[in-house]
Each structure stands twice: as structure tokens, then as C-alpha cells.
């Protein structure tokens, strides 16, 4: 299973047979990727699936991690600075029942983590970010994570905007463009109502309600906090095509969850490096690089790339533009799409 973004860099899956994570994988990133052969110079990404990790040797980073008092993972990463990466994942006693549970931390803890650090070595910058396009333009919305990403590139859908992402994006820094990337939407109880225009069938609405009975249990059981969405293409809840294309981004904008509706900022030297480090503590990738990692000479290399690509994408702009979405009428984005996107 090979998956090829944009000729960046190719993830090549040896599951060895096991169905359950080549399903996931392939739900995952089917409508972003395509399986055509890598290209020469791009990154190679082999992701494989095991029994039991391969001895140790100088330069990998060998992980066991502990997650919510549930679950225990084993890991190790080789040549992570290479242009032909490893990451061995050893099987999980869950992942022939509740594959989800598994192949997410994989996805989001490891895989997309190296993914994160081998584009910016390629000055692209895996963003944290909502995105949306119209008329051949691309939208940035980077944000902190519950800042309402889903919600708000969901509803400039229903004005007739395509998606690009409703989570991450890939922002090619030399080439002015942002690449789409729409994975399935993480979707919660308080997202049934407030996705306008889309549709959710009943049978992910069950689903969407009996994982929300699940959270609560264990929770009560744990102490602990839980966060268990219902994955939902986009094009299974809205009619049509709702992709959007790769195209030029053209304005950048930063979600949060206070102030006021809309504020632009000039972009210049007095205020460039403070943009710059609020967008990088919007990531959340680079955290869970940093843990794969865990050095810190090599943290503060990897920060060092983080803000020389950042910093090249807001010199970029000529502004941007603070937007809270507790502060708009959803349903009515008319007066904003006029003011600030068209």
C-alpha cells in the first residue's frame, strides 16, 4: 500500500496481511494521496506492521508509550534524517477488535510526526490548519485544537467554498500553494447541530451518541478525560464534490476562542516573530515529534525549522486576521465572506 502526497514524500505500508490497518489507512487517505510510485527525490516513508521490533541499533528512537491508564505501545523509528525512513509498529492485542483505538495513535503520534519533519526539511510546512477555497484562492485557518476548525470550515462550505482541510494542510512555502488534505472529520455530539448544511446520516448519529455514553463511562472509571469522535468524510455528509483542488493561499487567518468577531493585523518586523510563535503554538504534530525525539538538541533544531518556515509563510502575507467564531452567525456568513474572503 503505497500512498504518494503530492510527489513530497510517499508512506509505503508492510501490514504483513492485517486487513484492519490497510482498511484504516486506506480510509484515511484514499481522497488525499495517490498510488501512483514515488518520485525521484521524494521521501520514503515505510511503515511496518510487527510482531516484534528489530534489535536496536545506534540512531533509532525505540518508544514504548503509556496512553490513558488503556493502552501501552512499542515503536521504533530509523533514519529519521534519511531520505528512506523506517517506523516499526509492533501489533497491539486491540487492534483485531477496535482497530481505531490503535491505528490512530500510530497515525497521529508517529507516523504524522516524521511526516511533519521530513516536509519541513522540504520547506513545506505540515500546518495545523482549516482550509477552504473559492475562484482558485486558497484560506488558511490555523488554530489551537477545540477552537471550532471543523465547525467553521464546514459552514463556508454551505456558502460555497470546497475543502481543503478541516485539520491539516500541506503549505508548500516555494511554491505559494497549499496542498488539500481532508481526512475524515473528527465529529462529536455538539457538531450534530452546528454543521450547516450537512446532513449526518442516522447511522453515524448512533454511532456519534453510543461513543458519547462510552466517553462518559470511562471517564467515571479513569479520572481521566476522553476525547472519542465519529470519523465522517465530507462527501458523506454534503451533496456533491466538496474537495477542493490544490490552489495559491492568498490570506491567512488565526482562530481563536476570544476577542472580538474579526481583527486584522499588519504584518511587519515589529510584529512578525510574535505571529510567527503563536502559529507554531497552534501546532500539534510538532509536540508528538518532540516526544519522538526526546532530545533536547534536536528539539530546539527541529523549533529552529519550525520558525524558519513559518516565518518565510507570514512574511508571505501582508496581513493577518483574528477571527473568533463564537462571534459569527454560522448560518449567515455573508457580511464576512464579503469583508474578509472575497
Not at 505500508?13 to 484514499?30: C, L
Not at 510487527?50 to 514504548?64: F, I, N, Q, S, W
Request: zero cysteines.
Amino acid at each position: 500500500m503505497n500512498y504518494n502526497f503530492f510527489n513530497y514524500l510517499t508512506v509505503a505500508f508492510h501490514t504483513h496481511g492485517h486487513r484492519g490497518y490497510e482498511r484504516y489507512f486506506e480510509n484515511e487517505y484514499a481522497r488525499i494521496a495517490s498510488r501512483s510510485p514515488a518520485n525521484p527525490g521524494a521521501t520514503i516513508i515505510n511503515v511496518h506492521i510487527v510482531k516484534t521490533l528489530p534489535r536496536e541499533e545506534a540512531g533509532d528512537y525505540r518508544r514504548t508509550v503509556r496512553v490513558k491508564k488503556l493502552f501501552t505501545f512499542h515503536y521504533l523509528v530509523r533514519n529519521i534524517r534519511g531520505p528512506v525512513v523506517d517506523i516499526y509498529f509492533r501489533r497491539h492485542w486491540l487492534d483485531s477488535l477496535y482497530m481505531n483505538a490503535i491505528a490512530v495513535f500510530l497515525q497521529a503520534q508517529v507516523l504524522e510526526p516524521v511526516m511533519y519533519l521530513k516536509l519541513l526539511e522540504k520547506n513545506v510546512l505540515f500546518m495545523h490548519a482549516a482550509g477552504v477555497s473559492r475562484n482558485g484562492r486558497g484560506y488558511l485557518f490555523p488554530a489551537h485544537g477545540g477552537t471550532g476548525k471543523t465547525t467553521f470550515s464546514m459552514a463556508l462550505l454551505n456558502q460555497g467554498f470546497l475543502l481543503l482541510g478541516d485539520d491539516l494542510l500541506f503549505v508548500a512555502l516555494d511554491e505559494k500553494t497549499v496542498y488539500p488534505y481532508p481526512r475524515p472529520m473528527h465529529i462529536f455530539t455538539y457538531n450534530v447541530n452546528n454543521l450547516a448544511g450537512a446532513r449526518i446520516p442516522w447511522h453515524y448519529r448512533l454511532r456519534i451518541y453510543l461513543k458519547n455514553v462510552l466517553r462518559f463511562v470511562l471517564e467515571r472509571l479513569l479520572n481521566t478525560e476522553f476525547l472519542i469522535s465519529t470519523r465522517i468524510h465530507a462527501d458523506e455528509v454534503f451533496p456533491g464534490n466538496p474537495f477542493g483542488s490544490a490552489v495559491p493561499y492568498t490570506r491567512l487567518f488565526f482562530l481563536r476562542k476570544t476577542g472580538e468577531q474579526s481583527e486584522t493585523v499588519t504584518i511587519d518586523a515589529g510584529n512578525l516573530e510574535d505571529l510567527v510563535e503563536e502559529i507554531l503554538l497552534s501546532a500539534d504534530l510538532n509536540q508528538s515529534l518532540y516526544q519522538v525525539l526526546n532530545d533536547a538538541e534536536q528539539v530546539d533544531t527541529v523549533k529552529a525549522m519550525e520558525r524558519s518556515v513559518i516565518g518565510e509563510l507570514v512574511a508571505q502575507m501582508g496581513s493577518m486576521t483574528y477571527v473568533n467564531p463564537r462571534k459569527l452567525e454560522l448560518n449567515d456568513l455573508g457580511d464576512f465572506i464579503d469583508r474578509l474572503l472575497d
